[in-house]
C-alpha cells in the first residue's frame, strides 16, 4: 500500500517542539489556531485533493474582498456561521468579548510584575482566541507579545499593551456590529 501521509497539529509554533514533527519523519504541519480554509489546504497538500477542492469549493464570500487592515476577516465569521447557527456564533463572540478582556488584564498584571512566564501564556491564549474570531491584528500583536516573552525573555511594555487594548476595544465594537 501507499504510505499515509502524517501531518501533525500543534499549538507550538516557535522553539524546539515547533520542529519536533521533522524529526518524526512526518509530512507536514498545521498550526492552532487554524481555520477551515487552511486545513482543507493541508488535507489537499498530503492526501486527499479531490475532498478538499470540495470542502474550498463555491462562490467567494464578500468578505474576502476585505482591506487588509480590516480589524475583522469575514471570512473567519463566516467560517463560524457555516459551523453553527447563529446563536453558536453569537455565543462564541461574547465569549471572546469577556475573555479577551480577562486575557489583557492578565497580560496587564505580568507586565507589570515582570513575570514572563505568565506573559507568555496570557499572550499566547489571547493570540488564539483573538485568529479563531478573525481579530487577527490582535492576534498578530499578542504573537509578538509571546515571542518577545518566551524567546527574548522580556516583558511586553504597558505603551505596547494599551496599544493593543484600544485595537481590541474597537474589535469589541465591529463583532457587536457584526453578529447580532
Given at each position: 500500500?501507499?504510505?499515509?501521509?502524517v501531518?501533525?497539529?500543534?499549538?507550538?509554533?516557535?522553539?524546539?517542539?515547533?520542529?519536533?514533527?521533522?524529526?518524526a519523519?512526518?509530512?507536514?504541519i498545521?498550526?492552532?489556531?487554524?481555520?477551515?480554509?487552511?486545513?482543507?489546504?493541508?488535507?489537499?497538500?498530503?492526501?486527499?485533493?479531490?475532498?478538499a477542492s470540495?470542502?474550498?469549493?463555491?462562490?467567494?464570500s464578500?468578505?474576502?474582498?476585505?482591506?487588509?487592515?480590516?480589524?475583522?476577516?469575514?471570512?473567519?465569521l463566516?467560517?463560524?456561521?457555516?459551523?453553527?447557527?447563529?446563536?453558536?456564533?453569537?455565543?462564541?463572540?461574547?465569549?471572546?468579548?469577556?475573555?479577551?478582556?480577562?486575557?489583557?488584564r492578565?497580560?496587564?498584571?505580568?507586565?507589570?510584575?515582570?513575570?514572563?512566564?505568565?506573559?507568555?501564556?496570557?499572550?499566547?491564549?489571547?493570540?488564539?482566541?483573538s485568529?479563531?474570531?478573525?481579530?487577527?491584528?490582535?492576534?498578530?500583536?499578542?504573537?509578538?507579545?509571546?515571542?518577545?516573552?518566551?524567546?527574548?525573555?522580556?516583558?511586553?511594555s504597558?505603551?505596547?499593551?494599551?496599544?493593543?487594548?484600544?485595537?481590541?476595544?474597537?474589535?469589541?465594537?465591529?463583532?457587536?456590529?457584526?453578529?447580532?
Open positions: 500500500r501507499p504510505r499515509t501521509p501531518v501533525a497539529l500543534t499549538a507550538h509554533v516557535i522553539g524546539t517542539a515547533a520542529d519536533a514533527w521533522r524529526e519523519d512526518m509530512d507536514g498545521l498550526h492552532k489556531p487554524f481555520t477551515l480554509a487552511k486545513l482543507a489546504q493541508c488535507i489537499e497538500a498530503h492526501a486527499l485533493r479531490v475532498a470540495a470542502l474550498t469549493a463555491g462562490p467567494v464578500p468578505a474576502a474582498a476585505e482591506p487588509e487592515a480590516a480589524l475583522i476577516d469575514g471570512a473567519v463566516d467560517e463560524l456561521r457555516s459551523m453553527g447557527s447563529d446563536a453558536v456564533v453569537a455565543r462564541i463572540v461574547g465569549l471572546y468579548r469577556s475573555q479577551s478582556l480577562e486575557q489583557v492578565e497580560l496587564v498584571e505580568a507586565s507589570r510584575a515582570r513575570n514572563v512566564e505568565a506573559l507568555g501564556r496570557a499572550a499566547h491564549a489571547l493570540k488564539s482566541m485568529f479563531n474570531v478573525g481579530a487577527a491584528g490582535v492576534a498578530a500583536k499578542a504573537a509578538e507579545f509571546e515571542r518577545s516573552a518566551r524567546m527574548d525573555g522580556r516583558a511586553a504597558m505603551e505596547a499593551i494599551e496599544a493593543m487594548t484600544v485595537e481590541l476595544a474597537a474589535v469589541h465594537q465591529e463583532l457587536a456590529r457584526r453578529v447580532a
